[in-house]
């Protein structure tokens, strides 16, 4: 299995009491730690307003910190999970995604997906279209980004998109371009988009989710004949980590008492319930127990979110010591 690491950037109310000024070095500081250790990736959330609601806490921009943690690391492979299509023009997004993979040496991988969060959407003035229309729309850019970045040109009268030869040079280092992860497990469209472009996808990572969302995306590519077998499932994991369960349950009494002051004693319930009862949850044992299972099933990539990792790094110790050598 290969590991990936969410830095905290803001969205999660992950970076609440540390001045601004002292944010950049925080992220930059655990984007440097996770250079040095097991960890292939690390991973931001492309969001402008913070959940579980907008509050005027931070949220810093996801491709800035991907440019930013390239010239900063040497190593480390740098996503975004994921990115939002309709954010950006696709031709432009090619662009900056390209610009980023030089910047690090390439090392960036395009995270992409329909989006979500409607309030967010609203506010920024995207309006919110139907998931039919955000879906068609990373379909097309989907097809911008692989001939923007094999042929430095792209070229495409789409229902959404329109560019007549977009230029964008330089290449990305990365031969064949930048790898794409199309995120989300919508059965009928985004598995359908993961099956024809993705070499990875992410999806639900739980044993039975997974197992669901790996039939479906098999059979899309049996429809439209591409190897599923060549395409890496992963999955997202919130972690909660401690020697016994009672320091488990310190983990997520933090994170309630860090919250509830900004968001309210309901919406912290509710932050909490993608916690409680999930595979990365729980003491080393019980963590590598859920994930070799999932192992077995096809999870050949974990991405892992501390919502502590701002303050105090032991959980991520932990993990690293007693967790990922029994994994990798």
Known sequence: ????????????????????AEQWPVMRDLAL???RGPWESIWVYD????VPEPTDEATHEAWTLVSAF??????????????????????????????????SGGRVEMGIGGGWYEQEWRAYG?????????????????????????TGKATLDGKHYQVDGAIVRPLPLQEGGIPLW?????????????????????????????????????????????DFDA???????????????????????????RLEPIVGAEKADGALSAFRGMPAVGTPEQIVENLTALQKQGLEY???????????????????KEVLPHLA
């Open 47 to 50: 969001h402008f307003h913070t």
């Open 33 to 35: 730690r996770a250079d």
């Open 126 to 150: 995207y309006g919110f279209p139907s998931a039919g229309e955000r879906l068609r729309r990373l379909d097309e850019g989907v097809q911008i980004f692989k001939q923007a970045w094999t």
């Open 1 to 20: 299995m290969r590991f990936g690491l969410f830095v905290p950037q803001g969205w999660r109310l992950d970076l609440v009491g540390i001045d601004p």
């Open 70 to 103: 390239g010239a900063v690391t040497d190593r480390v492979r740098l996503g975004q999970m994921c990115t939002a299509m309709s954010y950006r023009n696709p031709a432009y997004l090619a662009k900056v995604a390209a610009t980023a993979d030089i910047i």
């Open 182 to 226: 199309i995120a989300g497990g919508g059965e009928k469209v985004t598995l359908k988009i993961a099956a024809k472009y993705a070499q990875y996808t992410n999806f639900d990572g739980t044993p039975e989710g997974f197992a669901h969302k790996s039939r479906i995306l098999r059979e899309h590519c049996a429809d439209v004949g591409t």
């Open 231 to 257: 395409i890496v499932r992963s999955a997202n994991y919130n972690v909660a980590i401690g020697r016994t369960e009672a320091e488990v349950q310190d983990r997520l009494d933090a994170l309630r008492a």
């Open 302 to 320: 974990a991405i892992f979110y501390f919502p502590e990792a701002a303050y105090d790094t032991t959980g991520i110790e932990l993990l690293e």
